[in-house]
């Protein structure tokens, strides 16, 4: 997702990614949440998206996630899988978006080790 419209979100307990098709993060494809220990890849709709592996956790309504505990772990040969499901499933190309960045804090004092504000 080269060309993705990204989020970038310092939130109170995490530093968030989303990718989206447009300028609105309401329509992102996929996110990536860090905290201080572990970070998530999320599937926005991943409640519809298939699940042949059975790796994808959360109970809401729309989004399913994986934790990473490792850079490694990063390069699982099933991430790519995922990503292209989550994109067709949101009828989106790789070559989607406008390749800008749009970056928000959210107010509030952080929880997280070493933030500040």
């Not at 109170?12 to 098709?21: E, F, G, I, K, W």
């Not at 729309?62 to 995922?82: C, L």
């Not at 499901?85 to 989106?92: D, N, R």
């Amino acid at each position: 997702m080269p060309n993705a419209h990204e989020f970038v979100w310092d939130a109170t307990n995490a530093v968030s990614l989303v990718y989206t098709p447009s300028t609105r993060w309401q329509d992102g494809v996929c996110h990536i949440a860090a905290y201080s220990r572990h970070a998530n890849l999320g599937f926005n709709n991943g409640a519809s998206l298939g699940d042949p592996l059975g790796i994808l956790g959360g109970t809401g309504s729309r989004i399913r996630h994986v934790t990473f505990r490792s850079a490694e772990e990063v390069e699982a040969s099933w991430v790519d899988d995922y990503l292209h499901a989550a994109l067709a499933s949101a009828h989106q190309s790789p070559g989607m978006g406008d390749g800008g960045t749009t970056v928000r804090a959210s107010a509030g004092a952080k929880r997280r080790p070493g933030a500040t504000r």
